[in-house]
């Protein structure tokens, strides 16, 4: 917990969600950053792969381009031109007609789900999330103090009809999903939908994981059944899509998207003006720059390639040497690896003690639960660190377990 | 007001704050956007005079010094090495001893009014706000719900100890207010803060106009005075003080700070973790670099005289025709003249609309007014045209002034 009570002198407390929420994140984060540890916590990207050069570069277009408009104000919905890129972007992957109307431009796509939060939730307001969930879904909504239900895939939980219905949303993130690393089957996502519509709800799509397909395709978003099913209209459906530059190019420039009907983006543009006034147009120039030429999809391709050695790397280092106590799919795509406890005796708050001792850290599973209480899994990641490394990582995390256990 | 009600289909309803608020600011600001309309609205700096050739070359220096790690994920807090240079900068400025951790690096200033409201505000929570108040502030609480009552700088008013007891924190302009223009004496500066230490409540001195100094210095900021009354050690006092480059250099890079002691500046890091994850490190490293060097002197050398040429221009031409309706003092620094009504007949939303009809625009001071009541005032800032098309601009008021008093 976080110690609130000991202000410097006696002031104001603070807000109430800071009175009653954890640091855990912050902490289990925070001791990565030892260079004796070896980090599978964060979810942070190869970052000797990014394009230095490019990004020098595409700046200097941007400014040639665009001059002093770079270095401006807003507009708070983002630089138009990168709206209507963004716009083309999402009308090809659908197949539909999406225009800068239905684009606002975020710094990343965590500040869509913060922004998400504000215009639809008040205190005690219904989400429907995929379980467990990205802690910084739960981050983003904690100030807004939601209660959670579990969205169920199979849709067949005996209520969920009427759960959708008192939600004022839902949250899935279809594709390798953090921190479960599943690629949701499209038939899942099509009932899902049906379930949505059917029940008048909003569905907010997760997607900053898109990029990083290591097996395959990841198919249509759910965005892009719903458009299929409304028509070739602007889009005007209850989605409420999530996109990013943090996976496909570099996460400093701080570019992510939301995709929905015209009137939730602006709704969403009023509560990021009086967030932020606007997001930075000189990184969104610089973005734009970038995803006009070849450097994302050189970038894209470059990351899927070393990514997939090193999940496969981690998968056969913890086949041999997790296996007794864990088991896990190999994840088609994204950046983790879930691991459950097969093991009775496991629980993955006290095995991660043991884990910092022998210098090696990933993220339990009890910070993707909203009630906190999932204590048999743990998430890994494999983009940041070397197949070598993971390997070694997973060597330590062996040793801890049976210091755990022996203990 | 917002048409909430004509959802596209039936969905959820929108949080509360924004079915209780209205977007008078949203149609206001976004009228200006005409190129036939001259625009006294916004608060939007001179961009002719933006370095984008150093920004240019900061971007080289920056990529040269820090490689991949200017394309990363925060630190949430914000490029260390910024942060130590934004300390230094506010030790010098209080004789005092600010370190890292009295720096968090925000998305503009407006950011740290942003997550201010998170950490400090549940509904119903008291704000002591000068009035009239920036109408960003008042927009970045509105999701907080908060009460507010007037701050008085003379601390007269009966019964004034006891709502600063019972306020969550104050917040203040003290430097060339947002909208009035006002220099805030030191005298006032130094009876506002015993009363805030003897109250026991934060005090929030937002401070962007610093280097809008047009006619001499703006004196001591309140956190110097509180920096001086605590002594040399690290400043642990209960002003938040809140910092931009937008004014000095240019607003596009989207760098603010927020300094305060430690302990809320990690409350504050951890509602900023959960808004955005991080802002961008890639402009915090380019304005690392401005600042470094001396463009950000010469940059605020050149703005400060070319915003006094302005300022001058405007109250001429104002003086010439506009002073049998309205009253007004020549604003020692900023980017506002606040003109108020003598004449008993001028409502200024009800006057907007003949502006509008006369091409011209300014901000109405009812946006300024939690309440939405002062109607008598209005906003016109100086800094974005250049001198001729400011004194056109009075001229047109002229006309709309005449125009709605004979309607």
Redo the contacts between chains.
């Keep these: 917990m ?1 110690s ?1 009570a ?7 407390p ?3 969600w ?1 009175r009653s929420t954890n ?1 855990i ?2 902490q289990f984060l925070s001791l990565g950053n030892r260079p004796d540890v070896i980090s599978m916590a964060g979810g ?1 990207p190869a ?2 792969l ?1 394009p ?1 050069a490019a ?2 570069e595409a ?2 277009a941007a ?1 040639a381009r665009w ?7 807003g507009p708070v919905e983002g630089l138009p031109a990168l709206r209507d890129a963004i716009a083309a972007r999402i009308s090809a992957a659908t197949d539909g007609l999406f225009t800068r109307e239905n684009i606002l431009l ?3 796509a ?2 869509g789900l ?1 922004l998400i939060g ?5 205190p005690g307001d219904l989400v429907v999330a995929q379980f467990p969930t990205y802690l ?1 879904a739960l ?2 909504w ?3 103090a939601p209660r959670y239900a579990r969205l169920d895939w199979t849709l067949g939980e005996p209520g969920f009809a009427e759960t959708l219905r008192a ?3 839902v949250y899935a993130v279809p594709n390798y999903s953090n921190p479960t690393g599943v690629l949701v089957p499209q038939q899942g996502r099509r009932a899902l939908l049906e379930a949505v519509v059917a029940a ?3 569905l907010v799509e997760d997607d900053p994981y898109l990029p990083l397909q290591l097996d395959g395709s990841a198919g249509p978003s759910i965005l892009a059944h719903d458009r299929a099913a409304r028509g070739t209209e602007r889009y ?1 459906g ?1 989605v409420l899509y999530l996109g990013t530059l ?1 996976k496909s190019l ?5 570019v992510g998207w939301v995709v929905a ?1 015209p ?1 939730i983006i602006q ?1 969403l543009a ?2 990021k ?11 969104q120039s ?1 973005a734009l720059s970038l995803i006009e030429g070849t450097v994302e999809r050189e970038q894209v391709a470059r990351t899927v390639a070393a990514y997939r050695a090193r999940r496969d790397a981690l998968c056969a280092a913890a086949a041999a040497s997790l296996s007794p106590w864990f088991e896990w799919e190999v994840p088609p795509g994204g950046m983790f690896v879930w691991m459950r406890a097969t093991h009775p005796g496991i629980d993955t708050n006290a095995l991660y003690a043991h884990a910092l001792a022998e210098n090696v850290t990933f993220v339990p599973s009890s910070v993707f639960d909203p009630s906190g209480e999932l204590r048999t899994a743990m998430r890994l990641n494999f983009t940041r660190n070397p197949p070598d490394v993971l390997a070694e990582g997973v060597r330590r995390l062996e040793r801890a377990v049976r210091r755990y256990l022996a203990a």
Tied chains: 1, 2.
């Excluded at 001059?67 to 104000?73: C, H, W």
């Excluded at 570099?250 to 701080?254: A, K, N, S, T, Y």
């Excluded at 003006?273 to 990184?283: A, G, I, R, Y």
């Design positions: 976080l609130t000991d202000h410097t002198t006696e002031r104001p603070y807000a109430a800071l640091n994140t912050q942070l970052s000797e990014y230095v990004v020098e700046t200097r400014l001059g002093s408009q770079a270095l401006e104000y975020t710094t990343g965590m500040q913060d504000k215009v639809l939730l008040d910084g981050d983003a904690r100030p807004r939600a004022k949303f008048g709800t909003w005007d209850p943090s570099v996460p400093g420039l701080r009907e009137k709704m009023l509560a003006q009086s967030t932020d006034l606007s997001s930075s147009v000189f990184t610089v």
